[in-house]
């Protein structure tokens, strides 16, 4: 047997290859959008992707279902309950496939999403254990699906957490204990609030140490999975109804457009953002006015996401030789709209002193001396309510980055505004925002709340 995990840190997103070497015959399991290392792989190995199975419609990043179907003819399979626009094999509970002597049965999980299902997979068809079980995001490690989410519409989270909680106990706990475990997401994702770092387990230890399936009972299980989940990032209702629709394929080879800064200049009058994929550091020391901030080095297109409509043109601002990367990154949430980048930014920062502005980063203890100084600050916590349940800076207000956009009316934008996030990353994007949204007075703390809390301890 062929297994090899794929990870794709940016969006916690773990996906597969499964291949039997005995025949040569390839499945693919929740495919990231570009698809090219699962052909280049399945290609070193002798394989043919036969199959691309879907364990349930995503929200959190537009799978690559159509693009590998295209590149290789394979089936697109689903469970029998979904109803994609294009076509695709069903498959039933406890329907099993022969690869050759790798075989999968498929079981249907409904509770993060009604169509939810699981693949469990054997070595050889007469294996008396399974060699491991792919969940999707029925059951992470360290936690399960979150039954909320808006995708799955039509269901309130109550009546997905009843179903979460039989497909949990009567599907995939009554496997061997020695069964491996395979998410479709590790830690960072908002599919979920307690992942762990760690990408495989087994369903023994997760019994174990889960503190979902170590739940006494039922109604103890749909308290804990219900309660404390963080906001889901405005794009993921786009994403879930994206993922069922015939939509235009991926070419991941092809740049965007060069453009001049005049060109730049008449998209963003026309309605486009401008969207600056550097570092928070390198984004403070010089920016074109108007830009937002969200670095190519952290959660680029889960934040991006979070803050830009879904149906806005987009200019990329990043060094040169990352155009490619920026686009292609953009594109795995579905965010297709990106109609240029701007040439030689270095130089057009030079040459254009006039259209730079610096963004303003404070100490911790520059902020202290402000917050004691300006009677009128507002202070704004933009992390998720789980992380400022360990606290907070007095007087802040918490607002996460991706509710931003929608609740800019709860701000002053009159008043001296400082912006904290955990680390420097989400808080460089908020400010940014705000400064994009008519904010004079925007500063961010350097190193966030931790840096912030150690100064306020020491001190």
Not at 49 to 75: C, K, N, P, Q, R
Not at 126 to 137: A, I, K, M, R
Not at 369 to 386: K, M, S, T, W, Y
Request: aromatic share 8%; proline share 5%.
């Amino acid at each position: 047997m062929k297994f090899q995990q794929y990870y794709l840190e940016c969006l916690s997103h773990a996906s597969y290859l499964i291949g039997d070497e005995t025949t040569g015959r390839a499945v693919v399991v929740d495919p990231q959008r570009d698809i090219s290392q699962y052909l280049s792989d399945a290609e070193a190995a002798g394989l043919t992707i036969e199959m691309v199975i879907e364990t349930h419609f995503h929200a959190d990043f537009l799978s690559g279902h159509l693009e590998l179907a295209a590149a290789t003819g394979a089936e697109i399979c689903y469970s029998l309950v979904a109803e994609p626009e294009f076509a695709h094999r069903k498959m039933a509970d406890g329907e099993r496939v022969s690869l050759g002597e790798v075989t999968l049965e498929f079981r249907h999980t409904p509770g993060h999403t009604p169509e939810s299902m699981s693949v469990v997979l054997f070595e050889r068809a007469d294996d008396s254990e399974p060699y491991g079980v792919l969940t999707g995001d029925t059951l992470f490690i360290g936690d399960v699906g979150r039954p909320d989410l808006l995708a799955s519409v039509g269901f309130t989270r109550e009546e997905l957490a009843e179903k979460l909680y039989d497909s949990l106990h009567n599907q995939l706990m009554t496997l061997p204990d020695v069964t491996r475990v395979f998410p479709a997401h590790g830690a960072g994702s908002a599919c979920g609030k307690n992942l762990s770092t760690e990408l495989t387990s087994t369903i023994g230890d997760q019994k174990a140490t889960n503190y979902a399936l170590r739940a006494p009972d039922r109604d103890a299980f749909l308290e804990m999975v219900t309660a404390g989940q963080p906001p889901a990032p405005s794009y993921f209702v786009y994403d879930a109804i994206l993922n069922r629709k015939n939509r235009k394929l991926l070419d991941e080879e092809a740049l965007p457009a060069a453009m001049t800064l005049d060109e730049a200049d008449r998209a963003v009058a026309a309605g486009a953002l401008l969207v600056d994929g550097r570092t928070p550091e390198e984004f403070a020391l010089g920016h074109l006015e108007g830009a937002i901030n969200v670095g190519l080095g952290g959660r680029y297109a889960e934040f991006a996401g979070s803050i830009i409509p879904s149906d806005a043109d987009i200019v990329l601002f990043v060094e040169d030789g990352y155009e490619l990367e920026a686009k292609n990154r953009l594109a795995r949430i579905g965010f297709d709209r990106v109609i240029g980048a701007v040439s030689e930014t270095t130089r057009v920062l030079v040459e254009n002193p006039d259209r730079v502005r610096r963004a303003s980063r404070l100490t911790s203890e520059a902020f202290n001396g402000r917050h004691a100084e300006v009677e009128n600050i507002q202070i704004v916590d933009v992390r998720n309510p789980g992380e400022v349940e360990s606290g907070m800076i007095p007087d802040a207000v918490n607002i996460p980055v991706g509710q931003i956009p929608t609740r800019l009316g709860e701000l002053d934008a009159s008043r001296p505004t400082v912006i904290y996030c955990a680390g420097g990353y989400r808080s460089s994007v908020a400010a940014s925002l705000l400064r994009q949204n008519g904010f004079e007075d925007v500063s961010d703390i350097l190193g966030g709340f931790g840096a912030w809390s150690e100064t306020t301890q020491s001190a």
